[in-house]
């Protein structure tokens, strides 16, 4: 059954005004930004502004015992170093988990979710759940919580990867939205917040395409309007590895700010532009952004550090 109404949290937190485009940037401080970072940077902040639209930062820290210290420093050093400006106050979720709550205890109303008591030992190597828990009625206290998917396909059209399906009944099962040691799971609190953000589009690497149909289907369940999506082509190592901060990506350099942004920009397959300034770089990458030279495919093909 999906909810006919927008689930918003009962908190000072009240749904942004909807404008034409609305983008953002959400690094996660497991780590330093890095090359790879950068690439999003860039194209979620010239895709919006060449759209006359919004660019808001968020610091998705819910994973807390996660964050790598002085990693959200590092993020916001750079995002100055570099010419960034969020047209907003920048949020972090480790600070709006009492909203993710709400929002699951609306959908527990819902009977939505539920418990699972399901461990990785028990679940073994399948990676589809069978609904184990779904009809035990367990307590939600010191469980995982689950959101239940329906037997149906849904897609959506990318700007850059094409048409992307996914029928979760069979591809994932039921998802958790809630780990059993009470960490927030990333597909929850995203949603909730690109929507009290009023978000209209989404920016982000290629890797995290197969995140959208769970959170277009939980999108569905609370109401929330769908966005549009473009994901990028991912920047890789000499180990044919995506750059991240996993694989020991090398951190960015502020004091390098416009040589990287330089090398990020022609990496997107924009034209090249003037070193100067790092936001004055950005004006000018704004004014000659074209989405269609964006290199095709999920990776891109150089190699970087």
């Known amino acids: 059954m999906l909810l006919n109404n927008p689930v918003l949290s009962p908190s000072s937190d009240k749904e942004e005004i909807r404008v034409a485009y609305r983008g953002r940037f959400a690094p996660s401080p497991t780590g330093p930004l890095h090359f790879g970072s950068l690439i999003t940077a860039v194209a979620s902040y010239c895709e919006a502004k060449a759209h006359q639209g919004e660019w808001i930062v968020r610091i998705e820290d819910t994973d807390i015992p996660r964050i790598y210290p002085g990693s959200e420093a590092?993020?916001?050093?750079?995002?100055?170093?570099?010419?960034?400006?969020?047209?907003?106050?920048?949020?972090?979720?480790?600070?709006?988990?009492?909203?993710?709550?709400?929002?699951?205890e609306q959908l527990h109303q819902q009977r939505l979710v539920y418990a699972c008591q399901c461990t990785r030992k028990i679940l073994g190597s399948n990676h589809i759940y069978t609904e184990t828990c779904r009809h035990l009625n367990l307590p939600l206290a010191h469980q995982a919580i689950r959101v239940k998917v329906?037997?149906?396909?849904?897609c959506f059209d990318d700007a850059l990867q094409g048409r992307h399906c996914s029928n979760l009944k069979y591809d994932l099962g039921d998802f958790v939205l809630k780990r059993r040691d009470g960490i927030i799971n990333y597909q929850l609190a995203v949603?909730?917040?690109?929507?009290?953000?009023?978000?209209?589009?989404?920016?982000?690497?290629?890797?995290?395409?197969?995140?959208?149909?769970?959170?277009?289907?939980?999108?569905?369940?609370?109401?929330?309007p769908e966005l549009s999506y473009m994901h990028l082509p991912l920047a890789m190592n000499d180990q044919g590895q995506k750059l991240s901060k996993q694989n020991m990506a090398q951190a960015l350099d502020p004091a390098q700010a416009s040589v990287l942004l330089s090398d990020a920009i022609t990496a997107l397959g924009q034209p090249a532009v003037e070193l100067d300034l790092p936001d004055r770089m950005l004006i000018q990458a704004v004014a000659q952004w074209d989405r269609k030279s964006i290199p095709q495919g999920t990776e891109i093909q150089a190699v970087f550090l």
């Not at 590092?74 to 993710?100: M, N, P, T, V």
């Not at 329906?150 to 849904?154: H, K, L, R, S």
């Not at 929507?195 to 289907?217: F, K, S």
Request: proline share 0%; charged share 30%.
């Open 150 to 154: 329906d037997d149906c396909e849904i």
């Open 74 to 104: 590092h993020i916001l050093k750079c995002l100055d170093a570099f010419g960034f400006e969020s047209d907003k106050e920048i949020i972090f979720q480790k600070d709006r988990l009492d909203i993710y709550e709400s929002v699951i």
């Open 191 to 224: 949603v909730v917040d690109d929507y009290l953000q009023g978000m209209t589009h989404v920016v982000r690497g290629a890797d995290l395409l197969d995140n959208t149909e769970r959170q277009i289907w939980l999108g569905k369940l609370l109401g929330y």
